[in-house]
């Protein structure tokens, strides 16, 4: 393990608590006035509680305030969550929905600087300085992941390399050739790297790599003992969501105990799911953000269904950031496979509009080596039956299709016999996970 | 023009065997059957002595089951008879999605089950061809 070297902006990341309690005061004050005005989701959910701007005077006033759900997002899409005109957004990123309706996310060019300052921060936590070369394997495009490092990368005057995901005889050759220093992935994809690497005969210890910032994904301690001791490096865990801002929500530090929320721009609290009463210091409970300062597509007590713990006590590498427990699992049955984020709800919602398609349907997960697969198994109905193999293999032809260009991610569909699946009374079993992607609690 | 039952059959050891199980224990004989597979799942298609029945028992099992209509041919049972029909067929563009043979004690030629998109235009093209076609009484009673 590493020392902590590197602190990118000392004055933010290290402030006094008082001093930042007062900024995140100030800050709170500001983004509620603002939404109460911009936002008519906001101004209605306020309203509705008889809440005014005026009557958030302290930080303790933040648990009065409404929470913001997926639900909101999926009946606001696309932009009604915006607080800005669209002249000032200048990016839009988006990741799956609930609903079949992806979460959009806009930023203004002071989100996008805000974004690249935290990621910044996530970077320096794992020692990242000018001198580094930034191989980034996440994707770039809709998804928040590759533009999302990057721009952090570039903030610090690393050298990036913008590789995005897969390829990976040509990651293994850019690491090699290039000298890269730092990278950029899913757990699962570093992982399967460090595979290739071994498979190729190359010593990871003459490869320049330090460090991997890994994320998009949950992962164990034990996948990271797996990580570090196959590549020689020091893996770091990175947290983040679309809704709040992408990745840059908060970073390990080389301490390696606990993620740094980047709390002048992100106030985490954890809540009970089911009372939505916030917990006592210390304990379990699902993860909820409010953005301080975002302007675009700013959040009030955003519900993650994430679950984790904030910890108490200040860090060894100086930061006075407060630190949240690695997520350890989700209050709903939202999966992440590969990256993706993936609902049940979704697959069905694509199911039901395929005519003579049963929607009884089962979500299996699992990992074959490093790489999760997806397989959905769905009933063949008699009416979609057909006696020919043609027919059939049309059939599950097209369901793939719809679904891969809903989910984003490629699909292994199985046609089963009708009442495979089981019916259980009240919620049916529809997902079988067979990875172990959290710690246990 | 006769009557073909055709279940499908998830790639899982027994499914064949519980089918054929469920035709057997309702009193049905299987006149004529052949099973086509992928690596996910198979097609059992079979001629039987009562396709209604067939049809309520698979389903009461809880198979998916569908009866299709096919062509029954007769074609001599001697090298190159298959041949023949087949090249007749070929020559006015009818196109054979699959077939299976078998013969039969009761008869000196072999059976032929044929599915084509027009049945009604085989049948036609094969009589005239000299070649017998069977109904469904005929089929059942093999």
Aim: charged content about 25%.
């Amino acid at each position: 393990m590493s020392k902590q070297e590197v602190i990118w902006n000392k004055e933010c990341e290290c402030m006094g608590l008082e001093k930042k309690k007062e900024l995140q005061l100030e800050r709170l004050k500001a983004l509620v006035a603002r939404i109460y005005v911009n936002v008519p989701l906001y101004n209605k959910k306020m309203k509705d509680i008889g809440m005014e701007p005026g009557d958030v005077k302290e930080l303790g006033d933040l648990a009065k305030l409404p929470f913001t759900t997926k639900e909101d997002l999926a009946a606001n899409y696309p932009f009604g969550m915006f607080a800005v005109p669209m002249d000032d957004v200048i990016r839009i990123h988006s990741s799956s929905g609930t609903t079949g309706k992806p979460k959009v996310a806009g930023y203004t060019r002071n989100d996008i600087d805000t974004w690249a300052e935290v990621m910044a921060r996530t970077l320096g936590c794992g020692n990242t300085t000018n001198k580094d070369v930034v191989q980034n394997a996440y994707g770039y495009g809709l998804f928040t992941g590759g533009l999302g490092a990057h721009y952090g990368a570039e903030k610090i005057g690393a050298a990036v390399v913008p590789i995005s995901g897969g390829n990976t005889a040509r990651q293994v050759l850019v690491m090699q050739d290039f000298g890269s220093t730092k990278l950029c992935s899913t757990p699962s994809y570093c992982l399967r790297l460090g595979e290739v690497l071994l498979e190729q005969g190359i010593d990871p210890a003459d490869l320049k790599l330090n460090t991997a910032f890994l994320g998009a994904e949950p992962w164990t301690r034990e996948l990271r003992e797996q990580i570090e001791e196959k590549l020689k490096i020091d893996a770091i865990d990175i947290y983040g969501l679309t809704e709040v801002i992408g990745p840059g929500v908060s970073s390990e530090c080389m301490v390696k105990n606990g993620l740094h929320v980047f709390d002048d721009h992100f106030l985490p609290e954890i809540i009970d799911p089911v009372t939505e009463k916030p917990v006592a210091d210390g304990e379990m409970g699902e993860l909820v953000f409010t953005t301080l300062t975002k302007e675009a597509f700013p959040v009030l007590r955003y519900r993650t269904r994430d679950i984790s713990k904030l910890i108490p006590g200040e860090c060894e590498c100086g930061r006075t950031h407060v630190r949240m427990q690695r997520v350890t699992g989700r209050t709903d049955d939202m999966l992440i496979v590969r990256g993706v984020n993936v609902y049940p709800s979704q697959i069905e919602s694509v199911l039901v509009k395929i005519p003579d398609v049963e929607p009884h349907y089962q979500i299996v997960v699992d990992r074959k080596g490093t790489m999760d697969t997806l397989e959905i198994w769905v009933e063949v109905s008699e009416k979609a039956f057909s006696d020919e193999i043609r027919g059939l293999e049309k059939l599950e032809k097209g369901i793939r299709a719809v679904l891969e260009s809903s989910l984003l991610i490629s699909v292994n569909l199985k046609l089963v016999e009708p009442k495979t699946i089981q019916r259980s009374e009240g919620k049916a079993k529809r997902i079988v996970d067979k990875r172990s992607v959290y710690d246990k609690a | 023009m006769v009557k073909q039952i055709s279940v499908f059959l998830e790639n899982k050891s027994g499914r064949l065997a519980e089918a054929t199980e469920a035709i057997g224990e309702s009193g049905v004989n299987i006149r004529a059957l052949s099973v086509a597979d992928t690596s996910d799942f198979g097609i059992l298609r079979c001629i039987v002595s009562d396709t209604e029945k067939t049809l309520k028992v698979l389903k009461e099992r809880g198979f998916t089951a569908s009866a299709t209509e096919v062509v029954a041919a007769e074609v001599p049972d001697s090298p190159g008879g298959l041949a023949g029909m087949l090249q007749m067929l070929q020559e006015n563009g009818i196109n054979v999605e699959y077939l299976y043979a078998f013969v039969t004690k009761s008869r000196d030629n072999a059976v032929v089950i044929l599915r084509v998109e027009n049945n009604e235009g085989a049948i036609a093209l094969l009589e005239k061809g000299g070649i017998k076609t069977l109904s469904e009484e005929e089929a059942n009673n093999l």
